[in-house]
């Protein structure tokens, strides 16, 4: 049975890794430069390097570890391709295939804001709810949209676009209550969250 997993979300800045048991919980997180000489040749590199080195520190076996989940800044097709990441430097390159081979675990990609809305429904501020919007700010803006369990995803693994009509309304009320909630971050914590909370429940309040 497997104990442990890794997450990594690679910034443009830094690469944010965590170490996690298989019920979520961290074990330990720890962050590395994000190194883009060269259109970002050696951040992988870095990542696997990373990786295997808390595993040894840690006394941690590739058996005992489930993979990695990936968390990219850029479009990301579902088998793994990244379809260029502007700030990185990458072109179209498999990271899940690259980062396999320099490490010998399992490894699943995402765009970064979507993995992270994925990981705020799972242990975060979404657990319990099937409706989650994620809006992540770092070297850039993003967000993530989770409708009824399942991410809304765009055009080559990108953030949310659909050409859906169930979601053509929804997907609307949904980004305006996130470039709110985006312009309203620097709120104290408290007002922050009873805002967004009041702003949520009339979004999904109103019908399609």
């Known amino acids: 049975m ?14 944010k890794i965590g170490l996690f048991d298989m019920s979520g ?19 992988l590199d870095d990542v696997a390097a990373a990786v295997l080195g808390k595993m040894e520190e840690k006394q941690i076996s ?15 097709g579902a088998d793994g391709t990244v379809h260029k990441c502007v700030n990185l430097g990458w072109g179209v390159i498999n990271v899940e295939q690259l980062l396999s081979e320099k490490t010998g675990l ?5 765009n970064d804001a979507n993995v992270a809305a994925l990981g705020e429904m799972w242990q975060g501020g979404g657990k319990g709810h099937e409706d989650v919007v994620m809006v992540t700010l770092g ?5 993530g949209i989770i409708i009824g369990g399942k991410m809304i995803s765009g055009f080559h693994g990108a953030g949310e676009r659909s050409d859906t009509s169930k979601f053509r309304k929804t997907r609307q009320i949904l980004a305006d209550v996130e ?17 967004q909370n009041r702003d949520w429940k009339q979004t999904i309040a109103r019908p399609y």
């Not at 590739?62 to 990301?76: F, N, S, T, Y």
């Open 2 to 15: 497997k104990k442990y997993g890794f997450g990594v979300d690679i910034g443009g800045t830094t690469c």
């Open 25 to 43: 919980v961290i074990v330990e997180k720890w962050e590395i430069p994000t190194n883009t000489e060269n259109n970002g040749a050696a951040i």
């Open 62 to 76: 590739k058996e005992d570890v489930q993979g990695i989940g990936l968390g990219v800044p850029g479009p990301v």
């Open 106 to 110: 399992l490894v699943k990609a995402g």
């Open 139 to 143: 070297t850039g803006v993003g967000g």
């Open 179 to 195: 470039r709110k909630a985006v312009w309203n971050s620097m709120l104290p914590p408290q007002e922050l969250y009873a805002w």
